[in-house]
């Protein structure tokens, strides 16, 4: 089934990933554009997806919100896979008091709950892009230091790497050369499962006020305000819902049918 | 099993030091002063006030010296005091405590009652209709965001069956009002770990069935009942086992949010609330009892396992 799959995730990314960058283009109207006159509209009426509390157009936020939502857990994924991969694949080559201290930093990461950690860090840094991209970035950072030093540990000693050494080939040389090939497979996967987590956890502190501020939409913080009017005006909480589910399902069937592509152990 | 459990106890202190000092340095990460902080810009000081001050709160020695107090009062139960209410920290945290306790567990458990069930049934109808759309709505659940389909629930509920939602009944006193108030927060939380599970046991359990022990029970002529509850699924919840102490820290850290969402007063609304009056103590507080229950149940898992699976005691 997965390999099915896995190419309609792709096309999911692909047409989401389309949105947010023409999102300034597509967008049928401006996203801040207040109209009074128009508030709380059902879907239809000239305004597909309706519109909030101030008259302002879901559909558009909605589309403008994929970009926050996106490049947020883009930029945070990509901040865990360099420092992961970058500890992991130190740690598993050399070992010794380094590989201790980084697998031990790793498990106190691991020892809180991912969202309570984001949440925490959030608290005292303050609310900004910034911040939330190192936020989820370190939460998810012991994930691809694992796999890095895993994935590592194994290749360290076999017999091409002892070649290399005897060849006179440097550490650098060999782990650049060596290892992070063979790393690339995990940590693709890890990468595209990540990336599911990131949405979520990016719109789960927005949703508490704790991520992308208004007026700035992003999925997370349309459901917050929707929520205010969640009986009278549904449709406020419903679209940005629903934009995150589909990314997430994306990446969950493209990471599902890299796994069995690449590391046939879980099918 | 008592050296097993010994040394699992042992293998946790440096991981406690790490949550108590992570923890602690939370506060020192605060960009400026916290004192500044904590008083805005309305208050006024006198330097002299602001060194008074500093020394209330202990902030004025060096870093370490303060670590030590803080292990020093932790381990004495002083979590300090809240910063708006004066309040002793921990008894408010723990009366708040069993509400977030009784949501992550009634979550697990409609995740295990949902997922194990599918799971078997789509692993023995294999790659038929149903296995299809299990997995599939398998994949839906762990792509919903939590805080939403609660939002999604108790919309359904309140405007199209005009289901009153409840107000949350403590367990002492009546403990069906409290599965009534906490049954939708709970199944919104354990979707997402249902669909972990199912999938968990579906692949572990075909592994199982795919085993040479299973063919001999099966060629000694055992029922394909007693094949399945006597041999194939003992074997195949060990793992699925493990990925349930995983799944912990999710369900801790998503009461935080599903109880913003239903407005239940948990130990969730508890730091929220302090996060955004910048009531540093408190939030300090549950982030160390929330990830302190996360290690505890983590633990159980790992004996439970051992206890289950003798390998891992004497491997």
């Known amino acids: 089934m997965h390999n099915r799959v896995a190419p309609i995730g792709l096309v999911i990314i692909a047409a989401n990933l389309g949105v947010a960058l023409l999102a300034p283009v597509i967008v049928p109207h401006d996203v801040r554009a207040m109209h009074p006159v128009d508030a709380l509209r059902p879907p239809g009426h000239g305004y597909l997806f309706g519109t909030d509390e101030f008259g302002r157009d879901v559909l558009s936020r909605v589309l403008m919100g994929s970009r926050v939502s996106l490049s947020v857990a883009f930029l945070s994924v990509l901040t865990s896979v360099l420092l992961g991969t970058t500890l992991g694949l130190t740690a598993g080559f050399y070992g010794g008091w380094w590989d201790a201290l980084t697998m031990r930093a790793m498990d106190i990461i691991f020892a809180f709950p991912a969202i309570l950690l984001a949440i925490a860090i959030m608290a005292v840094l303050g609310t900004s892009v910034a911040n939330l991209v190192l936020a989820i970035g370190i939460v998810y950072t012991p994930q691809f230091a694992r796999v890095a030093r895993a994935a590592a540990l194994t290749v360290r000693g076999l017999e091409f790497v002892d070649a290399a050494r005897a060849l006179g080939l440097g550490n650098a040389r060999i782990i650049g050369r060596h290892l992070i090939p063979n790393v690339l497979a995990p940590i693709t996967v890890q990468v595209s499962l990540s990336l599911s987590l990131a949405i979520l956890s990016e719109s789960a502190l927005s949703f508490l006020g704790l991520g992308t501020q208004p007026p700035t939409p992003s999925w997370g913080n349309m459901l917050s305000e929707g929520r205010q009017f969640l009986e009278l005006a549904p449709w406020n909480a419903v679209f940005p819902g629903l934009a995150i589910m589909l990314v997430v399902l994306g990446f969950n069937l493209l990471g599902d049918g890299l796994r069995d592509l690449l590391d046939p152990r879980l099918r | ?315």
């Not at chain 2, 708006?84 to 509400?99: F, H």
């Not at chain 2, 409609?110 to 599939?136: E, F, H, K, M, Q």
């Not at chain 2, 820290?249 to 130990?267: C, D, H, Q």
Request: aromatic residues 8%; charged residues 15%.
């Open chain 2, 1 to 315: 099993m008592q050296r097993y459990l010994a040394s699992r106890v042992l293998a946790l202190v440096p991981v406690l030091f790490g949550i108590l000092a992570v923890v602690f340095l939370l506060i020192r990460l605060i960009p400026g002063d916290a004192v500044q902080l904590f008083l805005g810009t309305q208050v006024e000081m006198t330097p002299a006030q602001m060194i008074e001050l500093r020394r209330f709160f202990g902030v004025d020695k060096p870093i370490p010296v303060q670590f030590a107090d803080y292990l020093a009062r932790i381990f004495r139960g002083d979590f300090g005091v809240s910063l708006r209410t004066a309040r002793p920290v921990l008894p408010d945290i723990l009366t708040r405590l069993p509400l977030s306790f009784q949501l992550a567990s009634l979550a697990l458990a409609i995740a295990v009652l949902i997922a194990i069930p599918l799971g078997i049934v789509s692993a023995v109808a294999r790659n038929s209709t149903y296995d299809v759309v299990a997995r599939i709505t398998g994949l839906l659940g762990l792509s919903i965001p939590n805080f939403w389909l609660g939002a999604m629930l108790i919309l359904v509920f309140s405007r199209f069956l005009h289901v009153p939602l409840g107000q949350y009944v403590p367990l002492s006193q009546n403990p069906l009002l409290t599965l009534r108030s906490l049954s939708l927060p709970a199944l919104a939380l354990g979707v997402a770990i249902a669909a972990i599970l199912m999938r968990h046991t579906r692949s572990s359990l075909l592994e199982v069935l795919g085993q040479e022990y299973i063919r001999t029970a099966r060629g000694k002529g055992l029922r394909a009942r007693v094949v399945m509850l006597r041999h194939a699924l003992p074997n195949a919840m060990i793992p699925v086992i493990t990925v349930l102490g995983f799944q912990m820290g999710y369900l801790l850290g998503g009461t935080v949010v599903i109880e913003e969402i239903f407005a239940l007063p948990g130990m969730g609304r508890l730091v929220l609330q302090a996060i955004f009056q910048r009531d540093y103590p408190v939030v300090q507080g549950v982030v160390l009892v929330i990830a302190l229950l996360f290690v505890v149940t983590n633990l159980i898992v790992d004996v439970l396992y051992a206890w289950i699976d003798p390998r891992i005691r004497y491997g």
